[in-house]
C-alpha cells in the first residue's frame, strides 16, 4: 500500500511508533502454554493486527510457531495469505471470520483461505462450491451462543448436523463460537455460553471446537476446547477488567514537541478556549492529533510521560497537534525535539482508552499512518 507521505525517516515524523515484535511472539506462547496441553493458541491478526502491521506481526507468530491465523474479511485473508505463502516451510491456516461475502467464494478456495460459515446462506453457498470443483472444502462452522451477531442458531446447527452430504462437502475442521462478556470473569453469559456451546458441540461429534478469545483464555480451562483465538492480550492489552494485567506490553507512543512556550494565567489554550491557564506556566505543543488516531474525546482528559513525569493534556485535541502543560518540570526536560511518550511503561493503551471513554482495542485500531515506525524483534534489538 503507498502511504502519503512515505513515512520512511524518523525525523520527519511527527511521532514515533515501536512495536515490539518479541513482546507479541512472548506473549503468544505465554497464552499457548496456558491452554495448553490440550489446546492451542492461535493468532488472531484481523484489523492488520489491531493497527499494529499485520505483515510483520503474522511473520513473526509463523517463525515462532504459529500454525492458525484468524483474519476477519477475504481481502485480509487474500492477502495475509500471499505473504505466509512465499514461505513454504511454514504451513498455516488462515480462517476468515465474516467467511465469503457473497461471490468471494471462488477467491477463497483458490488462495486456499479456510472460511467461518456464519450462516445456513454462507454453507450452501461453500457447498454448491465445492459441488462445482468436486472436492471437499474446509470450513470453520460458527454457532451462535449470545451474540447476535454471527453464526447458527442451535436449531440450525441442528439440521445441519443432519445433512451428511452438506457436512462432507463443507468438510469442517473446527466448530466456533464467541464470548460477549469474558473480560468479566462473575458474569453469567459466561457459564450460559460455555454450555450452549457444549451442547453444540454434541451435534458434531469429534469435531474440535474454538471458544476463548483473549478474555476467555482467563476464564479457566472449561473454555479452552481445543483451539483458542487471542488477539487483544498478544498486544499487550489488558485480558480482564479490573485485574492486573498479565500480558508484556507491545507499543510505545512517542511525540515530538514542535514548541515549547510559555503562557500567562489567564489566557487559554486550543480550539474553543477549553482550558484557561490559572497561573503563569509553560506548554509543550506535540505533532500528533486526531488525524493520529489521538481521540478528540481525550481533550483536557489525556496525558503523557516526559521520563517519569506525567503531564497533562490541555485543551482541545486538534487534526495535527495536541498541547500538554509542562510547567514545572526540571529545566532542559521539555525541548523542542524532545518526544512525550503517550503509550508507554507507565501508561498503556488500556489507559488511554479509559481517558478516552473507549477501550484499548479501539485505541490501537485507530492508530494513524503518519508514524514512523520502528519494529523491534531479536535481530534490531
Ligand atoms: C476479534 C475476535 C477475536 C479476538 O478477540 P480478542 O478479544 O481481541 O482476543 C476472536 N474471535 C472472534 C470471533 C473475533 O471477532
Request: net charge neutral.
Amino acid at each position: 500500500m503507498t502511504q502519503f507521505p512515505e513515512a520512511g525517516d524518523a525525523l520527519r515524523a511527527g511521532a514515533i511508533l515501536t512495536v515490539d515484535l518479541d513482546a507479541i511472539v512472548a506473549n503468544w506462547r505465554y497464552l499457548d502454554k496456558r491452554v495448553g496441553p490440550g489446546a492451542r493458541a492461535a493468532g488472531v491478526v484481523k484489523g492488520d493486527a489491531y493497527g499494529l502491521g499485520a505483515a510483520r506481526v503474522a511473520a513473526a507468530l509463523a517463525d515462532a510457531g504459529c500454525r492458525r491465523f484468524f483474519v476477519a474479511t477475504p481481502d485480509e485473508g487474500l492477502a495475509l495469505g500471499a505473504l505466509l505463502s512465499g514461505r513454504s516451510d511454514r504451513v498455516a491456516d488462515i480462517i476468515v471470520l465474516s467467511g465469503p461475502f457473497d461471490g468471494s467464494e471462488a477467491d477463497f478456495a483458490g488462495a486456499g483461505l479456510i472460511p467461518v460459515l456464519n450462516s445456513l446462506e454462507q454453507i450452501s453457498r461453500w457447498r454448491s462450491l465445492a459441488g462445482r470443483l468436486d472436492r471437499p472444502l474446509p470450513s470453520v462452522i460458527h454457532v451462535d451462543t449470545g451474540m447476535s451477531r454471527l453464526g447458527l442458531r442451535y436449531a440450525e446447527a441442528e439440521s445441519l448436523s443432519e445433512d451428511a452430504d452438506t457436512l462432507a462437502a463443507c468438510a469442517p475442521v473446527l466448530v466456533m463460537s464467541h464470548l460477549a462478556c469474558a473480560d468479566d470473569p462473575d458474569h453469567p453469559m459466561n457459564r450460559r455460553q460455555l454450555a450452549a456451546f457444549q451442547a453444540a458441540r454434541r451435534l458434531f461429534p469429534g469435531l474440535p471446537g474454538s471458544l476463548a478469545a483473549s478474555s476467555g483464555i482467563f476464564l479457566g480451562p472449561d473454555w479452552h476446547a481445543d483451539w483458542c483465538r487471542p488477539g487483544a492480550a498478544l498486544y499487550g492489552l489488558r485480558p480482564q477488567q479490573g485485574k492486573a494485567n498479565p500480558m508484556r506490553p507491545v507499543i510505545r507512543l512517542d511525540a515530538r514537541i514542535v514548541q515549547v512556550r510559555d503562557i500567562d494565567a489567564g489566557e487559554t489554550v486550543g480550539y474553543g478556549a477549553t482550558h484557561r491557564a490559572s497561573r503563569r506556566g509553560r506548554l509543550a505543543t506535540v505533532a500528533v492529533g486526531y488525524a493520529d488516531g489521538l481521540f478528540r474525546s481525550l481533550g483536557n482528559r489525556g496525558w503523557g510521560h516526559l521520563g517519569e513525569h506525567r503531564v497533562p493534556l490541555v485543551g482541545r485535541v486538534s487534526m495535527d497537534l495536541t498541547v500538554f502543560d509542562v510547567t514545572g518540570l526540571p529545566d532542559g526536560l521539555a525541548r523542542p525535539g524532545d518526544m512525550i511518550t503517550l503509550v508507554g511503561p507507565d501508561s498503556g493503551a488500556d489507559d488511554l482508552g479509559e481517558a478516552g471513554g473507549t477501550i484499548g482495542y479501539e485505541i490501537l485500531t485507530a492508530l494513524g499512518r503518519r508514524y514512523h515506525r520502528v519494529y523491534l524483534d531479536g535481530a534490531s534489538s
